[in-house]
């Protein structure tokens, strides 16, 4: 018997996959014949009855077939489908609710739920529960195929809803945000945004020493280095060596990344050896690089103005980083939030831009931006232009001279053992 049973069903599957549903059918009920319990053959019928839009029938052969195989998510979900054709609401939601119990993070059954929502008129839930089933599937670029409409239509109905959120919140704290210092205004701004669903939190995520409880500040303010002002003042004399540089010294700007054969490049791919993000070169990894230094004297005095960040094998660091016309640096994280990065805008076209988590910044020639790149952050030349700032590392204003020997002490102890 249980020959003959496994060859019907191989037969019966064939037909189907084949189009040839009347015969696969036909197959189907004489395996029930001879099994009437068995749950393919109740589920592969009900399926049939279902294709004719017989829904009565269809639910009582998929009710059968789930009291045979309660946990079959194949099964559970096709019944969804059917109580949402017939429009039994509380079948349906009890449905899609003993799924998630099975598993809280099942894709079809949180889109289902969310759709029951939609269509029952809790429009605020069913938003929030697209959003959640967006959080768990995959990449857009890795949508399952029959799962792609329902993808698509989630990320419409929460954009949708956090337009009209923010919409309303920006109304609503019109007045209590301008009460607001200019200084912190930024991180309420943020606030909004992550409430709404149009930003996430971002953290600080170090790639090699994590100063813990220190906070995740984007970009710091100018009024906190007392340096800032008089490195500002050699900016035409800094931009004169600058251009000097690209115009005699061009085959000094190598490439800023430089991955070995073998070497994990992830969304470094594109510039990885690349000269469209290419780097003069002034301190690399605490070592100093002569040669450029003698090439650029007023840069190096100025930069002699900022207290250095000496970390020994990482720190300092100063170069002219030059990003070619259209180039996109991709979303990273940097090596310590005990230093910052600073830069001084040189040659800024229009259309170039910097993000440190959810904060945007235009650089101004001239003006000095200071920021944690341990906090996600990518920049823009979106211009026909070259762009050009001077990169250089300062230390984070919040740590003492005690912990700055911390910071010290650390690495060269990590250094040691290894």
């Not at 054709?85 to 899609?96: F, K, P, S």
Request: glycine residues 4%.
């Amino acid at each position: 018997m249980s020959n003959q049973l496994e060859q019907l069903i191989r037969t019966a599957e064939q037909l189907a996959s084949a189009g040839r549903w009347d015969e696969a059918e036909r197959v189907w009920l004489e395996v029930r014949r001879l099994h009437p319990q068995h749950p393919k053959a109740l589920f592969s019928l009900g399926v049939h009855a279902l294709q004719r839009r017989e829904l009565a029938p269809a639910i009582e052969l998929l009710c059968a077939a789930r009291a045979v195989a309660p946990t079959d998510p194949v099964i559970l979900m096709t019944l969804v489908n059917a109580y949402a054709q017939q429009g039994d609401r509380d079948a349906e939601r009890e449905v899609i609710e003993s799924v998630l119990a099975l598993d809280a993070y099942f894709l079809p059954a949180l889109l289902a739920r969310a759709h029951w929502m939609e269509r029952y008129g809790r429009a605020s839930a069913a938003a929030a529960m697209y959003r959640n089933a967006l959080k768990v599937a995959p990449p857009p670029s890795h949508w399952p195929a029959q799962l792609k409409p329902q993808l698509q239509h989630a990320r419409e109905v929460s954009e949708l809803y956090s337009a009209a959120l923010s919409k309303h919140l920006q109304t609503k704290l019109a007045e209590a945000r301008a009460a607001l210092e200019p200084s912190v205004a930024g991180r309420w701004d943020e606030a909004a945004a992550i409430v709404t669903g149009r930003s996430k939190p971002f953290v600080s995520e170090s790639n090699q020493l994590l100063v813990p409880r220190l906070p995740a500040i984007p970009f710091f303010e100018r009024s906190q280095f007392a340096w800032a002002a008089a490195l500002e003042a050699q900016t035409d004399a800094i931009r004169a060596e600058l251009l000097a540089a690209l115009q005699s010294q061009r085959d000094r700007f190598g490439p800023y990344i430089a991955y070995g054969k073998g070497d994990p490049v992830n969304q470094w791919r594109e510039l990885n050896h690349s000269t469209r993000w290419s780097a003069f070169q002034l301190w690399r990894g605490g070592v100093p690089v002569h040669d450029n230094l003698q090439l650029c004297p007023v840069t190096a005095q100025a930069l002699a103005l900022v207290p250095q960040v000496d970390i020994g094998g990482l720190c300092p660091n100063a170069m002219f980083s030059a990003l070619a016309p259209r180039t996109h640096i991709p979303p990273h994280n940097g090596e310590t939030n005990a230093r910052l990065v600073a830069h001084l805008p040189l040659i800024v076209p229009e259309g170039c831009w910097l993000r440190v988590g959810y904060e945007r910044h235009e650089w101004k020639v001239g003006e000095i931006v200071v920021f944690d790149d341990t906090i996600e952050h990518e920049a823009m030349n979106g211009s026909d232009e070259l762009r050009v700032v001077l990169i250089f590392d300062v230390w984070n204003p919040l740590l003492s001279p005690a912990e700055r020997d911390m910071v010290r002490a650390i690495t060269a102890a990590v250094r040691e053992f290894g």
